[in-house]
C-alpha cells in the first residue's frame, strides 16, 4: 500500500547552511555522475520509478514478520522488474541492465535486498560471462525477460573461500548425454545464495567436474531447480531458507542439495571448456581461472557501491548534524549545531571525501575492467593477473573503510542514529555482508599480496613491472623517501610505504627460507604483514587515481567547483597520512614538527570545508525515497519525522498490550 507523506518546510538551519554554498551544486552533481548527460539520464529514471510512489510503504519493512517482510519484497521486486524491463531499459540500453542507476533507483523500493538482486547482478552475468553463443541465445533473453529468475549457488556449508575445495560433483555420464549432480556430504550443500531459498527456479552452480573417471576441477553448470509452473521443487532437489541473519532479511538466501539430479550436458556453461558428447574434457580457456570470472565483475562493481552508500550514509549524518543542537559552548548562548564541532566534522568530511575517493576511483576501474576484458575476448590474457590483484584489493579496502565510516555516521548521529528509522543500522548490515562476501578481506589481500611480492621481484631485478605497481621501480630499492607535504609528496610516501611493506614481507619471507623453513610456512608466517603491505598498495592506488581522476575531470569546472574538490581530495589525503604517521616515520622522512603543521592544516581544511558540507551533500543528489531516513531527508523535519515513525510501531496499535492482563498484572497481584 502506498503512503502520503506530508510535505513540509525545509527547517531553518539547513536553509540557512544552503546559503552558505558557495559552488555549483549540479556541476558537482555532474563529476560524480559520469557527466551531465548521465546525471539526466539518472533523473529520468529515478523519475518513472519514483513518482507515482510505487515504492512506499504504509508499514516500515521492519515491523513485517518475516514471511510478510519476503512477500512484500517480491510484490517490489515484481513492480520494479516490469518498470525496469518496459521503460528503463529503453534509455539505457538493454546492454547495460546492470547499470548502476537501475540497482540504486531500486533502492527506494527495498530499505534491505531485492530477492531478484541475484538474479541481476551474478546470474545474468554469469550467463553472459561463461556461456557459449548458442547457450547464450537459450537462456539470456528468458533471463531478461525474467522468464526464468535465477541464483549463484557457489559457496557450500563447509567451504566458501577455497573454490577448489568445493564438494558438490557433476559426473558425466556419455550414455545418456547428461551430468549426475550430487552433493555427498552435508557440508556440500549449497549454502547462501541469494534469492535461492524460495525466489529463483534455476540457479548457476558451482560444481567438480567428473568425467572419463577423471576430475576437472570446479566448473559451472545452469541447473532449474524448480517447477516454472507450480514453483515446486523438482524431484532430486532439496531446497530452503537459511534462516535469519545480520541483515540481507528479504534476500531469502538459500541451501540447496542434490540427490543425483540430472541435467543435459549442454547445461555445463562452455565458453572456457566443454565435454564432449563421448565425454571427452576439451579446455579453451587461455587461463585457468577465467570461471572466476563473475567474481572479478561484482568485486569491480562494489566500488562504486561502496561509494554510493557512504553517500548515502553521509549525507543522513550531515543533514541531521545541521539540524541537531546540543551542549552550551559558552554560558548562555545559544546551543551550536553539532555540525560546528571540529571533532563531528573529523568524523563526517572523510566519509564525504572518500565517496568521492571511491565513485572516481571505481570509473577507472570499470574502465580497467572494460579493457582487459576486450583483451581476453581476442586472446590475450596478460593484464588477468593485474586485474585480479587490483579488483581484489580494491574490493576488500573500499567495504572495509565504507563499513568503519558509515558506523561513524551513525556514532555522529548519536542515539537516533541506532533508530532503524534513520536507515544507517540498514545502510551498516548491508555493507558489513560486502566485507566478507565475493571474497572475505583478508583472503583478497592475500591473493593481491601473491602479485606484489612477485612485481618486487621483477622490480628490484630491474625489471620494468606494469602500471598499477609502477612506483616499485622508483621505490623498491630505496631506504626512506623525503618527505614532502605537497599533494605529489603525500601521493609519494603512499608508495614509499608500500614498497617499504612488500619489500619487508619478501625479506621476511627470505628469512625464514634460510633458517630451514619451506616456502608455504614461510609465506605463512608473514600473511600478517603481507595483508598491511596489500593494504598500503591499496591505498597508494586510491591516493594517486583519485588525486588524478579530480584533476583530468574538474578541468573544465568552475573555479570554485575546482576548489572544492579539490579541498576534498587534500582532505582525503591528509586524513590517511594522520591515520599512517607510524608508517610515515618508518618509510619516509617525515619528523614530529611536519606531523603537527600537518595535523593543524588538517584541521584548518576543516573549518574550510564547514560552510559547504550540507551542500556537497546535496550534490550527492539523493531523493528521499532513496535515503528512507528519519534524520537525513532534504527538508531536515527530524523531530517531526522521528515522532511520525514511532506512530507506525505495532506496539502503538492499542493502548494497553494484552500481555498486561495476562502477565503483569498477575505479576503485580502476586498471582503469578
Ligand atoms: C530488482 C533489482 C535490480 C537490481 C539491479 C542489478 C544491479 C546489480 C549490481 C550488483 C551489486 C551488488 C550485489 C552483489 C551481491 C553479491 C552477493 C554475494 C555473492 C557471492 O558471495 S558469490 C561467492 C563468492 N565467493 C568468493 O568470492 C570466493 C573467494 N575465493 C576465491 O575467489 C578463490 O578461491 C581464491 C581465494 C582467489 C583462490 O582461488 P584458487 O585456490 O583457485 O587459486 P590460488 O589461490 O591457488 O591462486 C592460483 C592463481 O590464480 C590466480 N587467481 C585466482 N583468482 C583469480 C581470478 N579471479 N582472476 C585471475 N587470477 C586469479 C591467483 O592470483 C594465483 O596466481 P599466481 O599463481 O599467484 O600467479
Ligand atoms: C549476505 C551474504 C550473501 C551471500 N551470497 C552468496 C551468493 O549469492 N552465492 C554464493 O555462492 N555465496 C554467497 N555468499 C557466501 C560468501 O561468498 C562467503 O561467505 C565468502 O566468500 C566467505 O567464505 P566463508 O563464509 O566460507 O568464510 P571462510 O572462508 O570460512 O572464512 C572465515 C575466516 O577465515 C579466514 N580465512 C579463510 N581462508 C583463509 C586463508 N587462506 N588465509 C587466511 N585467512 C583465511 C577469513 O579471513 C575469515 O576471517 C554470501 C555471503 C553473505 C554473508
Not at 541473519?245 to 540427490?259: I, Y
Not at 612477485?454 to 618527505?483: D, F, H, I, M
Request: proline share 4%; net charge neutral; charged share 25%.
Amino acid at each position: 500500500m502506498k503512503a502520503n507523506r506530508p510535505k513540509r518546510d525545509v527547517h531553518p538551519d539547513l536553509a540557512r547552511e544552503r546559503l552558505k554554498c558557495n559552488f555549483n551544486i549540479e556541476e558537482v552533481t555532474n563529476i560524480i555522475d559520469g557527466g551531465k548527460d548521465k546525471t539526466l539520464e539518472r533523473k529520468k529514471i529515478e523519475d518513472i520509478a519514483l513518482n507515482n510512489g510505487a515504492c512506499l510503504d504504509e508499514i516500515p519493512d521492519e515491523c513485517l514478520s518475516i514471511k510478510e517482510r519476503y512477500e512484500n519484497a517480491i510484490r517490489k521486486s515484481c513492480i520494479y522488474s516490469n518498470i525496469v524491463r518496459n521503460e528503463m531499459l529503453e534509455i539505457t540500453g538493454m546492454e547495460n541492465f546492470e547499470s548502476p542507476v537501475l540497482r540504486r533507483t531500486a533502492d527506494a523500493f527495498f530499505k534491505d535486498i531485492s530477492p531478484f538482486m541475484l538474479h541481476l547482478g551474478m546470474f545474468v552475468p554469469t550467463l553472459i560471462g561463461q556461456s557459449t553463443p548458442e547457450q547464450m541465445a537459450e537462456w539470456l533473453p528468458k533471463a531478461l525477460d525474467m522468464k526464468i529468475i535465477g541464483a549463484y549457488a557457489q559457496t557450500e556449508l563447509g567451504h566458501g573461500t577455497f573454490i577448489r575445495g568445493l564438494e558438490t560433483t557433476a559426473t558425466y555420464d556419455p550414455d545418456k548425454e547428461e551430468f549426475v549432480l550430487h552433493s555427498p556430504t552435508i557440508t556440500s550443500y549449497k549454502w547462501w545464495a541469494g534469492g535461492l531459498g524460495k525466489t529463483a527456479n534455476h540457479c548457476v552452480v558451482m560444481a567438480q567436474l567428473y568425467t572419463q573417471g577423471e576430475c576437472h576441477g570446479t566448473h559451472l553448470f545452469i541447473v532449474q531447480i524448480r517447477d516454472l509452473d507450480t514453483h515446486m521443487p523438482l524431484p532430486g532437489i532439496k531446497v530452503g531458507e537459511i534462516g535469519p541473519r545480520m541483515g540481507f532479511s528479504s534476500a531469502d538466501n538459500g541451501f540447496l542439495g542434490f540427490n543425483s539430479f540430472r541435467i543435459p550436458r549442454q547445461n555445463m556453461l562452455m565458453k572456457h571448456a566443454k565435454v564432449e558428447k563421448d565425454g571427452c574434457y576439451v579446455k579453451s580457456a587461455k587461463h585457468g581461472k577465467l570461471t572466476y570470472g563473475t567474481m572479478v565483475f561484482i568485486r569491480v562493481t562494489l566500488v562504486s557501491e561502496m561509494s554510493f552508500n557512504l553517500s548515502k550514509a553521509a549525507t543522513i549524518a550531515i543533514r541531521y548534524s545541521a539540524v541537531r543542537r546540543q551542549t552550551e559552548l559558552r554560558p548562555n548562548e545559544p546551543e551550536p549545531q553539532i555540525l560546528d564541532y571540529p571533532t563531528q566534522q573529523h568524523k563526517l568530511f572523510i566519509c564525504i571525501a572518500t565517496a568521492h575517493a571511491f565513485q572516481l576511483t571505481s570509473k577507472w576501474l570499470w574502465d580497467t575492467f572494460q579493457a582487459v576484458m576486450a583483451d581476453v575476448r581476442k586472446g590475450n590474457v596478460d593484464a588477468l593477473p593485474e586485474l585480479h590483484a587490483l579488483s581484489s584489493c580494491l574490493k576488500a579496502v573500499s567495504t572495509s573503510d565504507a563499513l568503519s565510516h558509515i558506523e561513524q555516521c551513525r556514532f555522529a548521529c548519536g542515539g537516533h542514529g541506532y533508530m532503524l528509522s534513520s536507515n544507517l543500522p540498514f545502510i551498516y548490515s548491508f555493507v558489513a555482508a560486502t566485507r566478507t562476501y565475493e571474497g572475505d578481506y583478508t583472503v583478497l589481500l592475500l591473493q593481491t599480496a601473491r602479485f606484489l611480492v612477485k612485481a618486487w621481484e621483477q622490480a628490484e631485478s630491474g625489471n620494468n613491472v606494469t602500471p598499477t605497481v609502477a612506483y616499485l621501480n622508483r621505490t623498491a630499492n630505496t631506504k626512506r623517501v623525503v618527505w614532502d607535504n605537497t599533494h605529489e609528496g603525500i601521493i609519494q610516501s603512499f608508495q614509499a610505504i608500500a614498497a617499504g611493506k612488500i619489500g619487508q614481507c619478501v625479506r621476511s619471507i627470505r628469512d625464514r627460507i634460510k633458517s630451514g623453513m619451506d616456502y608455504e610456512d614461510a609465506w605463512l608466517m608473514t600473511t600478517v604483514q603481507l595483508v598491511a603491505a596489500a593494504e598500503a598498495h591499496c591505498r597508494a592506488v586510491l591516493v594517486n587515481t583519485y588525486w588524478n581522476e579530480m584533476i583530468r575531470l574538474t578541468k573544465s569546472s568552475s573555479a570554485n567547483v575546482k576548489t572544492v574538490m579539490h579541498q576534498l581530495a587534500v582532505l582525503y589525503l591528509m586524513y590517511w597520512a594522520l591515520e599512517k604517521t607510524g608508517d610515515l616515520l618508518k618509510y619516509s622522512s617525515v619528523s614530529k614538527q611536519d606531523l603537527d603543521d600537518l595535523q593543524r592544516r588538517y584541521e584548518e581544511l576543516l573549518a574550510a570545508l564547514r560552510p559547504n558540507a550540507v551542500s556537497l551533500v546535496d550534490a550527492f543528489d539523493l531523493r528521499d525515497e532513496i535515503l528512507h531516513s528519519s534524520l537525513g531527508s532534504y527538508d531536515g523535519c527530524v523531530y517531526e519525522r522521528l515522532m511520525e515513525e514511532a506512530q507506525k510501531s505495532p506496539l502503538n496499535a492499542e493502548p494497553v498490550n494484552p500481555s498486561f492482563h495476562k502477565y503483569i498484572k498477575p505479576l503485580m497481584q502476586g498471582k503469578l
